[in-house]
C-alpha cells in the first residue's frame, strides 16, 4: 500500500518537472506505458489469489487513475502555458499609434502664392497662366526692349535653340509678357465681339483688364537671394481712367493684407523699366517686429508705357494703365523670417514640412 502511495507520488513529481509535452510523454511512459511501474504490477497479479487480487487490484486501479488524473492536469497546464505565451507573443497593443504614411503640403511658396492669389482675387484680379519657354518678342521687344536695348543686359538670360516669333526660343526671365498675351486675347475678344476687323489700334469700349500671372521665372543667378529659378507675379490693371494712385492703393491693401500689418508703410521710389514710365521700385517696411525699421524692396512698377499699350492692340490715347511685378520668393522669405531663398528649392522635408 505504501509502495503504492510512494508510486502515486513520484509519478506526480516526474509529471511536474516535465517542462514539454514531449518529457510528460516520456514521464508517462515510464508509469503508465506497456513496460511501466503500474502495467509491471498488474502483470504481478497473475501469481495471487482470488482474495488478494481483489485487495490489490482495487489499490493498483486507484493509484493507476491518481496517476491518469495528475497527467491529465499536467497536460492541461502545459497547453495553457503554451497558448500564455502564444498570446502574450502576438499581443496587439491597440493604444499605439498607427504607422501613417507621411502627408505631404503644399510648399511654402505655394502657399504664398494662393495668398497672392486670393487677395488679388477679392480686388477682381483674373489669374492667368503663361508658357515658360518664351519667345523674344513677347519677353522683351513687345514690352519695349528692342534688340538693341541695355535694359536686355539686366536680364541674364538662359536662351534655347530654335525660336522665332512663332516658336520661342528663351526661358522668360519674368512674367511680364503676360502682360501682352492676356491683354492681347482680351482686346482680340472684345472687338470680335464688337464686330471690329482690321488692324487699327482698339478705341472702342472694353471692360477693364485686371489680371496678375503668377509663375516659375529664369535667369543665370544663384547666391543666397537669387535661384536661376525663382517665382513673379505680374499685376496688370489696364482701363480708360487708371492712374498711379490706384496703384498705389491696390498694392498698399495688398501688402497690408498678405503680412496681416495694418501699419505696414510703402515707399515708391524712382526707378526705370522699359515697359513703364514713370517707373517705381516699391519698398515696403513694418512699424514693428524684427524686420522694423528697415525699406525691403518687394516690387516694380508703373504706369504701362505707351508703346506697350499699343502692343497690345490698344489706342493709348484712350487706354491707360499700370502693371507691377513682384517676387513671391521674397515674399515668403519676408513672412516666414528664411534668409536663404536655396532653402526653398533643396527639397530638405526638415525645412519644407515646418510650413505646414
Ligand atoms: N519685369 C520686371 C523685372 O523682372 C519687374 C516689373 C517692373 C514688372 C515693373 C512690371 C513693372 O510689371 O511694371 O525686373
Redesign the pocket.
Known amino acids: 500500500m505504501n509502495d503504492l502511495i510512494d508510486l502515486v507520488a513520484s509519478a506526480k513529481s516526474a509529471f511536474a518537472g516535465a517542462l514539454t509535452p514531449a518529457d510528460l510523454e516520456n514521464a508517462k511512459a515510464r508509469f503508465l506505458g506497456k513496460s511501466g511501474q503500474i502495467t509491471e504490477l498488474m502483470k504481478g497479479m497473475v501469481a495471487l489469489s482470488v482474495e488478494e487480487k481483489k485487495a490489490l487490484g482495487a489499490n493498483i486501479n486507484a493509484a493507476k487513475q491518481a496517476i491518469e488524473a495528475a497527467l491529465a492536469a499536467r497536460r492541461q497546464a502545459l497547453a495553457d502555458a503554451e497558448m500564455a505565451s502564444q498570446l502574450a507573443a502576438e499581443a496587439l497593443d491597440v493604444s499605439l499609434p498607427g504607422r501613417t504614411s507621411g502627408q505631404g503640403g503644399l510648399h511654402p511658396v505655394s502657399l504664398t502664392l494662393e495668398r497672392i492669389e486670393a487677395i488679388f482675387g477679392s480686388m477682381g484680379f483674373d489669374v492667368a497662366q503663361g508658357p515658360e519657354i518664351e519667345s523674344d518678342w513677347f519677353n522683351f521687344t513687345a514690352l519695349n526692349t528692342p534688340q538693341d536695348h541695355p535694359a536686355r543686359s539686366?536680364?541674364d538670360t538662359f536662351y534655347v535653340e530654335g525660336g522665332s516669333e512663332a516658336a520661342p526660343n528663351l526661358l522668360r526671365?519674368?512674367?511680364?509678357p503676360m502682360?501682352i498675351r492676356y491683354a492681347v486675347q482680351h482686346v482680340k475678344a472684345h472687338r470680335a465681339a464688337a464686330g471690329i476687323h482690321g488692324d487699327a489700334l482698339f478705341s472702342g469700349d472694353m471692360p477693364e483688364i485686371r489680371v496678375i500671372a503668377p509663375g516659375r521665372?529664369y535667369r543665370v543667378d544663384s547666391d543666397a537671394t537669387h535661384s536661376p529659378m525663382f517665382h513673379?507675379c505680374?499685376?496688370?490693371w489696364v482701363g480708360e481712367n487708371v492712374s498711379f494712385k490706384d496703384l498705389k492703393f491696390v498694392f498698399t491693401d495688398f501688402c497690408r493684407t498678405f503680412f496681416e500689418s495694418d501699419d505696414l508703410v510703402l515707399r515708391f521710389r524712382p526707378s526705370f523699366?522699359p515697359?513703364?514710365e514713370p517707373?517705381a521700385e516699391i519698398d515696403i517696411a513694418f512699424q514693428s517686429g524684427p524686420l522694423s525699421g528697415r525699406w525691403l524692396e518687394v516690387?516694380?512698377?508703373?504706369q504701362?508705357h505707351p508703346n506697350v499699350i499699343r502692343n497690345m492692340g490698344l489706342e493709348p490715347e484712350k487706354y491707360i494703365g499700370?502693371?507691377?511685378?513682384m517676387g513671391p520668393d521674397r515674399l515668403t522669405m519676408l513672412r516666414y523670417g528664411v534668409n536663404d531663398l536655396r532653402l526653398f528649392f533643396d527639397g530638405d522635408v526638415r525645412f519644407l514640412s515646418q510650413f505646414q
Open positions: 539686366m536680364h526671365t519674368h512674367t511680364s502682360q521665372t513673379q505680374e499685376g496688370l523699366f515697359f513703364t517707373s516690387a516694380g512698377s508703373g504701362v499700370f502693371a507691377f511685378g
